[in-house]
C-alpha cells in the first residue's frame, strides 16, 4: 500500500479476469460509432463557439468598465478631503506620508496634527482657502507636463493654493524635477502611495480640486487644458 494525495492506494496490480469471464466489451465485439456530422457542422460549431467567447469577452469588458475601482474616478463630489501630511520634496524630512484620521497607539499623531515647515498638511491647507491638489508621477512626462501648467496657472489666482503630490518614485529624481522645472508650488512626496490611494487615484494626471474646508467640488482625470482648469478652479473660488 502507498500514501497518495487522496489517502491510501494499493501499488498491485488489478487481478486478471477469470477463465471464461469474457469482459462485456469483448463479448459485444466493436461498438458502433458515432455518426459523422455532416459537411460544414464542425466549422460552424466553431464559428459559433468564437461568437460566443467575443460576447462573453465583451461583457466582462463592458461590467469592467461600469465598474471601475474608485481609483479611475477620485473623490465624490462632495466628499471632504482625506486629511494627510507628507514630507515636502526639497526638504530633509524622510518617511512615508501620515494619513492617520486619529492618533492612536500605533500613530502618535493623527495627520492634521502634524503641522511643521518640512511637511505638507492637507487640513492646514483646507483651512487657508481653495485648493488645487495634483497628483503626478515623476517617469511620466505626460503627467509632468500637467504640473508645469498648474504652476503657471497659479499666480492668476492668488486667493486659491495650489499643491502637488508626487507619487512614489525616487525622491532624488523627484527634486532633479522640480529644480529643473523651475516649480514653485509646494511638492510633497508620498513615498508609499498612501496618499494616492486614499484619494482614490491610480493614474496620473489628475487634479482634486476643494473649497476651503475641503469639500470637493471637482476632479480632472487625464491631461486637462488650461481651460477645463480654469473652470474647475472657478468652482471652488
Known sequence: MAEGPFGRR?????????????????????????????????????????????????????????????????????????????????????????IAVRASEQIRQAACDVRRPDVFNSCQAAERGPLVL?????????????????????????????????????????????????WKLPVAHDRDGAVANVYAVSVCPAITFASRGGEVRATTLGEASAAEIERAVETIR
Open 10 to 98: 494499493s501499488d498491485a496490480p488489478p487481478p486478471e479476469p477469470p477463465p471464461g469471464d469474457v469482459p462485456e466489451a469483448r463479448a459485444e465485439g466493436p461498438r458502433p460509432q458515432p455518426p459523422k456530422p455532416p459537411p460544414g457542422a464542425a466549422s460552424q460549431a466553431t464559428w459559433i463557439l468564437g461568437v460566443v467567447i467575443v460576447l462573453v469577452l465583451g461583457y466582462i469588458t463592458f461590467n469592467t468598465l461600469r465598474t471601475q475601482a474608485p481609483g479611475s474616478r477620485g473623490l465624490e463630489i462632495g466628499a471632504k478631503l482625506p486629511p494627510f501630511a507628507a514630507p515636502l520634496a526639497g526638504s530633509s524630512l524622510d518617511g512615508d506620508a501620515n
Open 134 to 182: 495634483g497628483f503626478t508621477a515623476v517617469r511620466s512626462e505626460r503627467c509632468l507636463r500637467q504640473i508645469d501648467l498648474l504652476d503657471r496657472l497659479r499666480t492668476r489666482f492668488a486667493d486659491v493654493q495650489f499643491a502637488v503630490v508626487a507619487i512614489k518614485g525616487d525622491r532624488a529624481d523627484l527634486r532633479r524635477e522640480v529644480a529643473r522645472r523651475g
